[in-house]
């Protein structure tokens, strides 16, 4: 599946958004995408920086799917479920 990343690359605006990846200026954002597109891009941007990616989505059932997608171009991907999580802090508690 190379020639789909190197297909990828040539895109601008992948290229503006792997650059801005390469220079820290987090968090990024690339929408209007399908969700094998999605997958696509993330798999792309952490072959090409080296680095992994967190992304949010808005329920489990896309991060499941999303996962699916990620592991199926070849990236392990990992899924914190929703419910029992709770940041530290978070808890709408007052301390």
């Given at each position: 599946?190379?020639?789909?990343d190197?297909a990828l690359?040539?895109?601008p605006?992948?290229?503006?958004?792997?650059?801005?990846v390469?220079?820290?200026?987090?968090p990024?954002?690339?929408?209007?995408?399908?969700?094998v597109?999605?997958?696509h891009?993330i798999h792309?941007l952490?072959?090409?920086?080296?680095?992994?990616?967190?992304?949010?989505?808005?329920?489990?059932g896309?991060a499941?799917?999303?996962?699916?997608?990620?592991?199926?171009l070849?990236?392990d991907?990992?899924?914190?479920?929703?419910?029992?999580?709770?940041?530290q802090?978070l808890?709408g508690?007052?301390?």
């Open positions: 599946m190379e020639f789909l190197e690359r040539k895109e605006p992948y290229r503006v958004l792997r650059q801005a390469a220079e820290g200026m987090l990024g954002c690339a929408t209007g995408l399908s969700r597109h999605k997958a891009v792309t952490c072959l090409d920086t080296g680095q992994g990616a967190l992304v949010i989505t808005a329920d489990e896309e499941s799917r999303l996962r699916e997608d990620l592991a199926n070849g990236t991907a990992l899924l914190y479920p929703a419910r029992g999580f709770a940041p802090g808890e508690g007052s301390k």
